[in-house]
């Protein structure tokens, strides 16, 4: 089956500072999220993005199919970041279900 | 718009009790899926409804998970009797139409999770 991998692991960064999260992925996709788990366990949607680029205020995501990878962007990190980031990705010719990576986890220090 | 809700919130019960999940999607969504997360894994898909019609079940550990959707509305899913790595958060989603929409699977919105605990 497919693979998702997203690197790196763990990550502390300064408030303040800039980051970038990556997923790859071994095959084709039809669907590819970006999730924010925060302190409550909670999966926050952030990006629904199978192609392109988008942006919403700090954080933006490109993601390059034929690549095989999604970038997710977090400028000026905040202590409210913190967490654990998912990427998930829809195989192509499944029904839809996604498949997880084992995430990313931030720390975002004051 | 609510958003996808799950009940209950935790459930702490004995090995070889009989739990049942409980999830209501966002209103006029087709789509559901039950995924889980144990200790120290990552998350995984159990099962996806389209409707009240099971589409996949790959997922489904065993027999001992039972998950129905009565009248293509909220779905229930059951565990009995459970054991003690079924502990876990459990996560419902929902999205609204079925199949590929010009090429792509609609975006899926979880609810908060059921965190099982089997003692």
């Known amino acids: 089956g497919i693979q998702v991998e997203q690197s790196p692991p763990d990550l502390i960064l300064q408030e303040g500072a800039n980051s970038t999260l990556r997923c790859n992925f071994s095959d084709s996709v039809n669907n590819l999220q970006w999730f924010h788990q925060n302190p409550w366990g909670q999966l926050i949607n952030l990006f629904y993005i199978p192609s392109g680029t988008k942006q919403n205020g700090r954080l933006s995501a490109t993601t390059v199919a034929t690549e095989r990878y999604s970038l997710l962007y977090i400028s000026s990190s905040q202590t409210t970041d913190s967490g654990v980031y998912f990427c998930a990705v829809s195989p192509g010719g499944s029904q839809g279900n996604l498949i997880f990576g084992k995430g990313t986890k931030l720390s975002v220090k004051p | 718009e609510a958003g996808v809700t799950q009940f209950p919130s935790h459930s702490v019960i004995e090995k070889g009790q009989t739990v049942t999940l409980r999830c209501d999607p966002i209103?006029?969504?087709?789509?559901l899926y039950w995924y889980r997360r144990v200790m120290g894994k990552e998350i995984k898909f159990l099962l996806h409804?389209?409707?009240?019609?099971?589409?996949?079940e790959s997922g489904m550990p065993n027999n001992r998970f039972l998950a129905e959707r009565t009248g293509g509305t909220y779905s229930t899913l059951k565990v009995q009797p459970a054991e003690l790595e079924d502990s876990g958060v459990y996560f419902c989603?929902?999205?609204?139409?079925?199949?590929?929409?010009?090429?792509?699977?609609?975006?899926?919105?979880f609810g908060p999770g059921t965190r099982l605990t089997v003692l």
């Open positions: 209103s006029g969504h087709d789509n």
């Open positions: 989603a929902s999205s609204p139409i079925s199949g590929l929409a010009g090429g792509r699977y609609n975006e899926q919105f």
């Open positions: 409804f389209v409707k009240e019609s099971k589409q996949d």
